[in-house]
């Protein structure tokens, strides 16, 4: 699937015309590196009229759910225990740099894992904090003389998934649940992954009813690290009176990731059906 | 195809392209798939003039507030964060001269695809927001907005108050 226009979009968005502040381009938004090569690299782009200083540090995290299917994100320094992270043995050349106008600048990522790594896949993420190079004083001097001047520093976190050795990964998925109010299905789809790695895909839920009409749909691209259990809202408007089904499909399709980096997995499927009184 | 040639022009084409249009000569030396993070500070927070004594406020729905755009991957899901400051130290006296900087639980707003002072959620900037999303493949943008309250003393020291404001946006 490809999107011509989102990638319009961005150059709308980038052109002079538009740029009003500062502001930076992160890409890719996620970094696969391979232990046959221990390296990767992002790029950043600064379409600003003002330079960019700009830093890169490492920390580990990954998405959850709660008990409700509100996805959850804690970013620590380091992997707890038990947890495959790659953050101690990551570094980011150059750590430090200002980005000058219109500009870009590759940030390298090399890997020195310990000598006897299991083969497996470890995970951190990066942080690009960037912010202005000067500080704008935003406050008219009253009488006292007294001014006020905010930076804001942006910080981008992405994923970076370190592979080594054949892995594998599979998910199970629960049965899903559905509830429909206020115009709105939400559908919990539970799902624990299986095999030797992160599940990335896309989830896509649709609600017919007993005609087969589709009465909505929704999809969200997921990574599961080991549980992921969200709640999906499809919209559906005004339901009549009757029975209606879910169905929820997981496969490992990211139009968004670098081919072959979603490692493939048989799709998963699952239906419910509801009653609308 | 199309969609990398056009990703490879946005972060690969010399700057002068951008301003000129597009045009691609040469060979591709590198690919990149899915579209890049990218925010611009569009307004920053601004308190304007500061009375000794006279609290300030400026609230996320006006002018005056903090507004950054994020633009990205079309319907993805983020997180945003704030991390705030409490004090704001003056520079220009010795350490220790500070004011008082405050965001109230609803100083914050996060909206998605198009800019407006009206609509969108609001949300405690101490807290932050786990299900924020960007707009569609034709306004692939959230903006986030942010208000607060400084306070100065009746003895407010006189000099220039600064303070940094650290936006975290997570790809979840």
């Not at chain 1, 980011?92 to 894992?113: K, N, Y």
């Not at chain 2, 350490?95 to 405050?102: Q, R, T």
């Not at chain 2, 959620?121 to 034709?138: C, E, Q």
């Not at chain 2, 100065?152 to 979840?172: D, E, K, N, R, V």
Request: proline letters at 8%; one cysteine or more; charged letters at 15%.
């Amino acid at each position: 699937m490809t999107h011509p226009s989102r990638w319009l979009t961005t150059l709308l968005a980038l052109s002079p015309s538009a740029v009003l502040a500062q502001g930076v381009v992160v890409a890719p938004h996620a970094v696969f590196i391979d232990h046959a090569t221990r390296s990767g690299s992002l790029t950043l782009y600064n379409p600003g009229e003002e330079a960019v200083e700009v830093s890169v540090s490492f920390g580990f995290g990954y998405p959850t759910t709660d008990s409700a299917g509100a996805v959850t994100f804690e970013l620590l320094d380091e992997a707890p225990a038990g947890q495959p992270g790659a953050t101690a043995w990551l570094q980011a050349f150059p750590r430090r740099v200002t980005v000058g106008q219109q500009e870009r600048q590759t940030i390298r990522i090399l890997a020195t894992p310990p000598a006897d790594l299991p083969d497996g896949e470890y995970w951190a993420r990066i942080i690009v904090g960037a912010k202005g190079g000067k500080v704008p004083v935003a406050g008219v001097p009253d009488s006292a003389g007294i001014s006020v001047g905010l930076t804001l520093e942006v910080r981008t976190v992405i994923s970076v998934v370190y592979r080594k050795g054949a892995l594998t990964t599979g998910l199970t998925l629960a049965p899903i649940s559905a509830a429909y109010a206020a115009d709105t299905v939400a559908v919990r789809v539970p799902m624990t992954r299986t095999g030797t790695a992160a599940y990335l895909g896309t989830v896509r839920a649709s609600v017919v009813d007993a005609e087969g009409a589709v009465k909505g749909q929704e999809q969200r691209a997921v990574a599961v690290y080991h549980d992921f259990a969200p709640r999906m809202d499809v919209p559906v408007g005004t339901l009549a009176p009757g029975r209606y089904m879910v169905r929820v499909t997981v496969s490992t399709d990211r139009s968004d990731l670098p081919p072959k980096s979603a490692l493939p997995a048989p799709p998963a499927r699952d239906s419910v059906e509801f009653t609308v009184p | 195809m199309r969609r990398l040639l056009l990703a490879l022009c946005v972060l690969l084409a010399p700057a002068t392209a951008l301003a000129q249009g597009l045009s691609i000569n040469g060979s591709i030396t590198a690919l990149v798939v899915g579209t890049p993070i990218t925010f611009l500070n569009l307004q920053i927070l601004d308190f304007a003039a500061v009375t000794r004594g006279v609290p300030k406020t400026v609230a996320q729905n006006t002018a005056a507030a903090g507004k950054v755009r994020v633009a990205g991957e079309p319907n993805a899901f983020t997180q945003i964060r704030f991390t705030l400051p409490t004090q704001l130290p003056n520079i220009q006296a010795v350490p220790g001269i500070n004011m008082p900087i405050s965001f109230a639980a609803n100083s914050a707003r996060w909206r998605r695809t198009n800019d407006a002072a009206g609509g969108g959620t609001i949300f405690n900037p101490a807290v932050g927001v786990n299900n924020a999303r960007f707009g569609n493949a034709a306004n692939p943008y959230f903006f986030v907005y942010l208000g607060g309250t400084v306070n100065p003393s009746l003895t407010q020291a006189p000099g220039i108050y600064q303070g940094t404001i650290i936006l975290t946006i997570t790809y979840l």
